[in-house]
């Protein structure tokens, strides 16, 4: 049984910073990558952000590229993302998520909602203008 927590959401206004942390629990010896996705109000829910936690190597949205950053504790089973020059339209709900697989598909692949089984609560954030 694995469990994904998150924290760190809240209020900011534009320009603010934020971050975010997503601690995984349970059996996770063979955790793979870990994502960020997130929900606006009557949007799909959208990619952000994805890390390996076997290899050093991460991947972004266009949309955050160069404003957020993912990182990782491998012994902490955790990771953050960084948020950094929030705008309103980064309100959304944000959730991690977690692969197990043992084969490495390679990290452009774990943009996609499918590749994850295990999803946190959801830590909302919202950006003031």
């Known amino acids: 049984q694995v469990q994904l927590v998150e924290s760190g959401g809240g209020s900011v206004q534009a320009g603010g910073s934020l971050r975010l942390s997503c601690r995984a629990s349970?059996?996770?010896?063979?955790?793979?990558?870990m994502a960020w996705f997130r929900q606006a109000p009557g949007k799909e829910r959208e990619f952000v952000a994805v890390i390996s936690f076997n290899i050093d190597t991460t991947f972004y949205a266009d949309s955050v590229k160069n404003r957020f950053i993912i990182s990782k504790d491998k012994a902490k089973g955790t990771m953050y993302l960084q948020m950094d020059s929030l705008s309103p339209e980064d309100t959304a709900v944000y959730y991690c998520?977690?692969?197990?697989?043992?084969?490495?598909?390679?990290?452009?692949?774990?943009?996609?909602?499918?590749?994850?089984?295990?999803w946190g609560q959801g830590t909302q954030v919202t950006v003031s203008s």
């Open positions: 349970g059996h996770t010896a063979n955790l793979n990558v």
């Open positions: 998520a977690a692969n197990f697989d043992r084969q490495w598909s390679g990290i452009y692949a774990y943009r996609v909602r499918d590749e994850y089984d295990h």
